[in-house]
């Protein structure tokens, strides 16, 4: 289904709950437990991606939150596995509750992993997580590479002062691997605005000009991809507030509490709770026919943009 700027919407970001393990200075910070009662169960989830299939989604990206906390995580899976018209799976997980599980991702049908690591030193990672693990995380990348998840995306929001001073470290893990390591621009979505410290892609390439540019691994890929000369593996850089992407954007996000999002840098969503009541698919198919269409064309960061809800709320 097309937007009224001609975008082709095949991209459905599905956050499974807002619960998380973590607590990201940036990200959710401060922020009290999410309700779990207030999630959609899993043949909800499976309605919302069939009827999002119906209408040129191909592609799902699991997320949240955590969405490794959903019990119910691997049925989620297999479920929306089963839908004709998705080609594929995605996940982004923080990878603490990775190790032991790759395997199991892998045989329900998950076809590519993103996990986020915002560093390579474990204290820094403890301080920046709010208390996370960074051996779990490494381990969880280990195993995720043994069981078949060949490319790898690893990603990192750089935080001037805080772990810029480790560029060079992750782009060192793309020498011998396959991994991607992708730079993601702060972007302004929580209570604490942290754009003071935002880091851009512009400086990452001027700190490295011997990056090479290469084309995208797909058409509306919101990183610019890199190589350094002679690495396996790509630099990715995720620049929406410098470096706006909106006109190839291909993606609407669904929340865990069933709200619709047409764009991260908007706080416009439709509800399709009401919905998802009724038996046939009429509305659903309504709803979001409508929050496609509405998609604005542009997002607001820079425009004094005040987010209601973080990214952990929304589904990164
Ligand atoms: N819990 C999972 C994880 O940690 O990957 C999935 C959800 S998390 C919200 C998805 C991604 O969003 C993470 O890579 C996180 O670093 C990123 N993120 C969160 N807040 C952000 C912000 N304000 N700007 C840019 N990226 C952000």
């Given at each position: 289904m097309n937007d009224r700027f001609g975008r082709t919407i095949t991209y459905l970001r599905l956050s499974l709950t807002e619960r998380c393990t973590l607590k990201c200075s940036y990200c959710r910070a401060g922020e009290g437990v999410c309700p779990k009662k207030s999630e959609l169960a899993k043949e909800e989830f499976l309605r919302i991606a069939r009827a999002f299939a119906e209408v040129g989604v191909k592609k799902v990206r699991l997320t949240g939150g955590e969405p490794m906390l959903r019990s119910d995580?691997?049925?989620?899976?297999?479920?929306?596995?089963?839908?004709?018209?998705?080609?594929?799976?995605?996940?982004?997980?923080?990878?603490?509750?990775?190790?032991?599980?790759s395997c199991a991702?892998?045989?329900?049908?998950?076809?590519?992993?993103?996990?986020?690591?915002?560093?390579?030193?474990?204290?820094?990672?403890?301080?920046?997580?709010?208390?996370?693990?960074?051996?779990?995380?490494?381990?969880?990348?280990?195993?995720?590479?043994?069981?078949?998840?060949?490319?790898?995306?690893?990603?990192?929001?750089?935080?001037?002062?805080?772990?810029d001073d480790e560029t060079g470290n992750f782009i060192a893990l793309t020498k011998e691997r396959a991994v991607s390591v992708r730079f993601i621009e702060y972007m302004p979505l929580g209570e604490i605005d942290h754009a003071n410290l935002r880091v851009t892609g512009a400086e990452i390439l001027q700190k490295y000009p011997q990056l090479i540019h290469v084309v995208p691994s797909y058409r509306g890929q919101p990183a610019r991809d890199f190589q350094m000369p002679?690495?396996?593996?790509?630099?990715g850089l995720i620049d929406p507030v410098s470096h706006r992407f909106c006109a190839d954007c291909n993606r609407v996000r669904v929340m865990s509490d069933g709200m619709v999002r047409p764009c991260l840098g908007s706080n416009e969503e439709f509800s399709l709770k009401e919905a998802l009541e009724q038996e046939g698919d009429g509305a659903l198919h309504a709803v979001i026919a409508r929050a496609i269409a509405l998609k604005p064309e542009s997002h607001c960061f820079d425009d004094g943009f005040s987010a209601q809800k973080t990214m952990s709320r929304i589904g990164g």
């Open positions: 995580l691997l049925s989620i899976i297999s479920g929306i596995r089963a839908i004709p018209q998705i080609e594929e799976i995605t996940m982004t997980t923080n990878g603490q509750h990775l190790p032991g599980m991702l892998k045989e329900a049908g998950l076809d590519r992993l993103n996990i986020s690591v915002d560093s390579l030193k474990p204290e820094r990672y403890h301080e920046i997580t709010g208390g996370g693990s960074l051996s779990r995380v490494l381990t969880g990348i280990e195993e995720a590479f043994a069981a078949g998840f060949s490319t790898l995306k690893l990603n990192v929001v750089l935080l001037r002062g805080e772990n002679g690495h396996i593996g790509r630099v």
